[in-house]
């Protein structure tokens, strides 16, 4: 039976500024296993960071978990304290995010801060915390580890600085790797090296939830996936299952935009208007009852 990593029930999140409350997550469900990789989907603004901040602890100020539960490696941590979650990031979850270049310090060398996390949650020491380095460096298939472990981050590459984002999340074997649009900004070429390396993740046991609003990335990497918007999860399956037959509207729009060459016939198919002016009346509806709450 597999493992869940990760598994959220009933999710219900809203941020209060400026004497405002607004509802940003509602009833989200959402299940990673172990060894598998989950695809969260959805434009931008339908809530699928802040899924990923609820599932680290990084909530913004003003955020507040109204409803519902997380639970990592099956322990609850819906109300945990800075102190536990500081314990719980490395070990148990990691994340990657979309810009490498804003993730990582460009003052230090990228061996002190991968060797920063192994002597932090590890206990490593000198030349034991310098070989686990290389190794991990050589893990995401860096040439002449040696040589990158004295560099700084502007002088690698777009692919090169997330390969190395991608080994400081992998350092403590996570169970759980958050994957936040990792590949957005990065060419086709470099982006397919980094898709397999994200599903050698799910090879070695971690389970991994991969953020994206790129529904052909998610046809290539992904077993599972969930589709979200406005806060709502619409629709969850298999990636085959929900592309053979989607259930939602919503979710039908979003595969008759994308192209399928796997279809040499394939034409996109326009989105409907009066999908568009259903979602726009679901849009305005919350909007009042934000403005009401």
Known sequence: MSKQVLHIENLEM???????????????NLTVEAGQVHALVGES?????????CATGLTPPGA?????????????VTQAHEREWRRLRGPVVSMVLQDPLTALNPLRRIGAQIEDVLRLHSGLRGDALRKECLALLEKVHIRDPERVRQLYPYELSGGMRQRVVIA??????????ICDEPTTALDVTVQKEVLRLIRE???E?????????????????????????????????AVADVYREPKHPYTRALLGATPRFDRPGHQLTPVSESL??????????????????
């Open 205 to 237: 046991g971690q389970g991994v939830l991969f953020v994206t609003h790129d529904l052909g990335v998610v046809a290539k990497l992904a077993d599972h996936m969930s589709v979200i918007h406005t806060g709502r999860i619409l629709e969850s399956g």
């Open 64 to 76: 507040r978990i109204t409803g519902g539960h997380i639970f990592l490696n099956g322990k609850d």
């Open 201 to 203: 993740l799910a090879r």
């Open 45 to 53: 603004g339908g809530g699928k960071s802040m899924v990923t901040r």
């Open 168 to 177: 400081i999340a992998w350092a403590c074997k996570p169970q759980l790797i």
């Open 14 to 28: 809203s941020i209060t500024s400026a004497g405002r409350t607004s509802h940003i997550l509602r009833g989200v």
């Open 276 to 293: 568009i002016e259903s979602l726009q009346a679901e849009a305005h509806q919350i909007d009042a009852l934000r403005n009401a709450a």
